[in-house]
């Protein structure tokens, strides 16, 4: 048996004909394989009529009703005919119009579109004279096309497909030609990539019954079925492909960094850290420990709660790779926090950091910074210094791995707070020059389970739930934009925390008040922006607060007086941007009015408020990050939202969400539920043709469990597939490198 038979490769225009293969083509399907994986958006019922007051102005729709009257007449002003027909879906009507230069031209309408004939209508949704109407319309006429008196009732109860379609190509003509296609196809020529023994086992069909039950069934179970199996497949054939890539990386060689014995760096570090490890932190320390140990890369993902002390962990296993003789580079996804990195490894290192220095440590390396924005000659010490060695932690952003970047000996790489660090970059590192290093991938927050499993399915996983103990934990409140007494105290407590001698942050949606709605920062840092859905037409149309113009409210504010407001954005020099975290957290500025660049990671112990103004336009995520930048060292944390978001819509949700809890994977699990399909994976995986068509993350955990429980013994027990030859070759095919851009785009 081939894996891919010649049919499924056969261009369609000697199948269906040349005009509808055109225009199929023009939906980026090419090929009979294409065609049958062209699966209908929805079902329509044959009884059931569309209810026309949800048809909304401009939207393409496909409209199921039934003809109530139609007249023609002639045009005296411009010549010609005119047909109007309405159609009712028994409560209201819509107008559909048809024009002609003769009436003889309306004649088969006419005919056609007789009252009491239900059909289905597309076409795109236009307005005349206040009422809605269909200019235009393509139809098809229920039970038409059939003479047989039998099969007339039969072909009146089936379901009717409703494909993705375009004005040149309405859905029935794709369901004609899918049928079509489908009717010369055997089981031979649709080899099912999922094993029969797994579809028995989970009760599924097999790929020609579900392909027929999707695009021709007789009744809603058939369609259902088909979608249930379709959609297992889809999880299948991506569950497999990460196994796949787990086995690549277990047969593959790295350099063992075992832990040493007796004197160390590492058990240096141990001794001066001046607090105990969480029971977290320990546990997978020594999961880190393990793997770096191994001759094979590590591939672990540490996923954290804020707060949960991450930095620590990657610290030590960056020195256990050191005291090995190896080197790590940790990459931040900003140089704001790689800057920041920078100094706090070399404040929790302290003379250990400080390697050929007077009163450095007996034993000790040397911690370098390279960004872009450094000065030449900085920037040439650290690539030296990296080159020869001599450093033996590199901290950067994600230039750290461009081919001009030498190490002399890299060992891990640590990939902080980091969504973006996908499939192709792990490959890239893998693959570069030489053995590859181990990997550690971290966190900004938690995130559900699902998600991980689809989007960091080819890593290990490890959880830091537990916070250090003895945080003193953060209160949340919700503040009305509209209650001026609420306001005042806001500022009023933020006077008090200063006094107190702690810091605050007051985070804007955007830079200067002539920006557009969004921020800009959060955009140009790689983040994600705040969210521009339900808040944008539930909130009263005042202008967002904007970073620059709050920064000199208050700084004004009579309440505030003599308090060093600072400000930091997107738009700064790097070295600006600096300068000002730096006098931040040195506490020459008390109060730092910023965008979501203090989102991730930041981390200056005294800081105890987060003031959030425009709450309502971020992520819940997002939220989550900002606030986890307060209460982080002795006194509680604070954090206020403030927030117009009118009761009862998406970002109220959010605002209010975030008030109630803490917990960063019931956060999660919420912000998965509010956010739209596309915005997961990626918009790239969301329409057209990626390889996930049926399959949710959202929705269908349960099937991705399912598929990963089933796929994984089957790629241990043969890595290569060679028992498997259509799996591999669906691994190919909806795998390759352009697809699998979805699951970088997280
Ligand atoms: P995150 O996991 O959010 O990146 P960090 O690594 O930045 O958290 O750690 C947050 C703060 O907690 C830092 O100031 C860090 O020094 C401190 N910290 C880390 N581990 C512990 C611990 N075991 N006990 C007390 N404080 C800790
Ligand atoms: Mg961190």
Not at 6 to 18: A, F, I, N, Y
Request: hydrophobic share 40%; net charge negative; with cysteine.
């Amino acid at each position: 048996m081939t894996a891919q038979p010649d049919r499924l490769l056969e261009p369609l225009d000697r199948v269906v004909g040349k005009r509808t293969a055109e225009a199929l083509d023009a939906l980026g399907v090419r090929t009979v394989g294409d065609l049958v994986r062209h699966y209908p958006r929805r079902y329509a019922e044959p009884g059931r009529l569309t209810d026309l007051s949800e048809l909304a102005l401009g939207e393409h729709v496909a409209v199921m009703a039934q003809v109530r009257q139609a007249t023609v007449r002639t045009m005296r002003s411009r010549g010609g005919s005119l047909m109007q027909v309405s159609v009712t879906d028994g409560t209201r009507d819509l107008q559909l119009t048809f024009f002609a230069k003769r009436s003889g031209a309306l004649r088969s309408h006419e005919h056609r579109l007789r009252p009491g004939k239900v059909a289905l209508f597309t076409g795109t949704v236009g307005e005349y004279r206040g009422a809605l109407q269909l200019t235009h319309p393509d139809y098809q006429v229920i039970g038409e096309d059939v003479d047989d008196e039998a099969a007339v009732l039969v072909e009146a109860t089936r379901p009717i497909p409703i494909y993705p379609s375009s004005a040149a190509l309405p859905t029935w003509r794709i369901q004609r030609a899918v049928r079509t296609v489908l009717d010369t196809l055997t089981e031979a020529d649709l080899p099912d990539p999922v094993p029969a023994e797994i579809l028995e086992h989970r009760g599924l069909v097999s790929l020609h019954e579900a392909l027929r039950g999707v695009h021709a069934p007789f009744a809603d179970l058939d369609w259902r079925r088909g979608q249930d199996r379709l959609r297992y497949e889809e999880a299948f054939v991506l569950q497999a492909a990460l196994a796949r890539r787990r086995a690549v990386v277990a047969a593959e060689h790295a350099v063992a960094r075992p832990r040493r014995d007796g004197p160390s760096l590492l058990a240096d570090f141990d001794a001066r850290l001046p607090f105990a490890l969480t029971p977290g932190q320990v546990e997978v320390g020594e999961q880190v420990g393990t793997d770096l140990e191994r001759p094979q890369p590590m591939q672990r993902l540490l996923q954290g709660e804020v707060g949960s002390g991450k930095t620590v962990v990657a610290l030590r296993a960056m020195l256990q790779v050191v005291d090995a003789g190896g080197q790590a580079a940790l990459l931040a996804p900003t140089e704001v926090l790689a800057a920041q990195h920078l100094r706090s490894l070399r404040a929790l290192l302290g003379p250990l950091a400080e390697e050929g220095l007077l009163g450095g440590a007996e034993r000790a390396t040397r911690v370098v910074l390279l960004t872009g924005s450094q000065s030449t000659a900085a920037r040439r010490e650290a690539l030296l210094d990296a080159a020869s060695g001599r450093a033996g932690i590199v901290v950067g952003t994600h230039a750290l791995l461009s081919p001009s970047v030498q190490f002399a000996e890299l060992g891990l790489v640590v990939v902080d707070e980091q969504h973006r660090f996908g499939v192709e970059q792990r490959d890239a590192l893998r693959t570069r020059a030489g053995v590859p290093p181990h990997l550690l991938v971290m966190t900004a927050t938690p995130i559900p389970r699902t998600v991980a499993m689809t989007v960091f399915g080819d890593l290990e996983t490890s959880m830091l739930l537990d916070v250090p103990a003895g945080r003193p934990g953060i209160t949340t409140h919700v503040v009305p934009a509209d209650n001026e007494a609420w306001l005042t105290r806001t500022w009023q407590r933020v006077r008090e925390e200063v006094d107190a001698g702690h810091r605050v942050y007051v985070v804007c949606p955007r830079i200067s008040p002539d920006d557009p709605a969004e921020g800009g920062a959060a955009a140009e840092e790689g983040w994600e922006p705040a969210r521009e859905d339900d808040g944008g037409a539930a909130r009263p149309a005042t202008p967002l607060r904007a970073v620059l113009e709050v920064a000199e409210e208050l700084a004004a504010m009579p309440d505030l007086a003599g308090i060093e407001v600072g400000v930091l954005h997107g738009r700064m020099p790097p070295a600006e941007k600096d300068e000002a975290m730096a006098r931040f957290s040195s506490g020459q500025l008390q109060v730092l009015v910023a965008t979501t660049v203090v989102e991730v990671g930041v981390d200056v112990p005294e800081a105890t408020v987060m003031v959030i103004l425009d709450a309502d336009r971020f992520g819940l995520s997002q939220l989550h990050q900002l606030r986890g930048r307060v209460g982080r060292g002795r006194a509680p944390g604070l954090c206020l939202l403030v927030s117009a978001a009118a009761e009862g819509t998406d970002a109220a949700t959010r605002v209010r969400t975030l008030a109630e809890t803490t917990d960063g994977f019931r956060l999660a699990g919420v912000d998965l539920e509010l956010r739209r399909e596309g915005d997961v994976l990626g918009a790239s995986q969301s329409g057209g043709r990626s390889s996930l068509r049926l399959l949710r993350v959202v929705r269908h955990g349960d099937v991705i469990a399912e598929a990963r429980q089933d796929a994984t013994p089957l790629v241990v027990a043969d890595p290569d597939l060679s028992r498997w030859p259509v799996l591999r070759e669906a691994i190919g095919t909806w795998l390759d490198p352009r697809r699998e851009e979805f699951l970088d785009r997280a």
